[in-house]
Nanobody, 116 residues
């Protein structure tokens, strides 16, 4: 498995931009997909975006066109650029790694707060 450490996030007004980053350590050569999930107060954790080792990205409908996920395999890092932020994007954002032999690792989370 791998260990994941997020950074970035913070507070911004609606319409603004923020970015979050995540660096993996440990058996990074076993990572396939890297992604982001989020959890708002009182709600279940939900999928935001994912990117494969080859760079194929997928997004939740709620963030398509506003968020961009990217990955630097040399740095074992994944990034999420968030533009046109809305109040409903407020959540704790978690980095996620899936690899082989089958495992899922999570970061500790970083807070993103969007004020309207």
């Amino acid at each position: 498995q791998v260990q994941l450490v997020e950074s970035g996030g913070g507070s911004v007004q609606a319409g603004g931009s923020l970015s979050v980053s995540c660096v993996a350590s440990g058996n990074v050569e076993t990572i396939n997909d890297l992604g982001w999930y989020r959890q708002a107060p009182g709600r279940q954790r939900e999928f935001v975006a994912t990117i494969s080792a080859g760079g194929a990205a997928a997004y939740a409908d709620s963030v398509k066109g506003r968020f961009t996920i990217s990955r630097d395999n040399k740095k074992s890092a994944v990034y999420l650029q968030m533009n046109s932020l809305k109040a409903e994007d407020t959540a704790v954002y978690y980095c996620n790694a899936r690899g082989w032999p089958a495992y899922t690792s999570w970061g500790q989370g970083t807070q993103v707060t969007v004020s309207s």
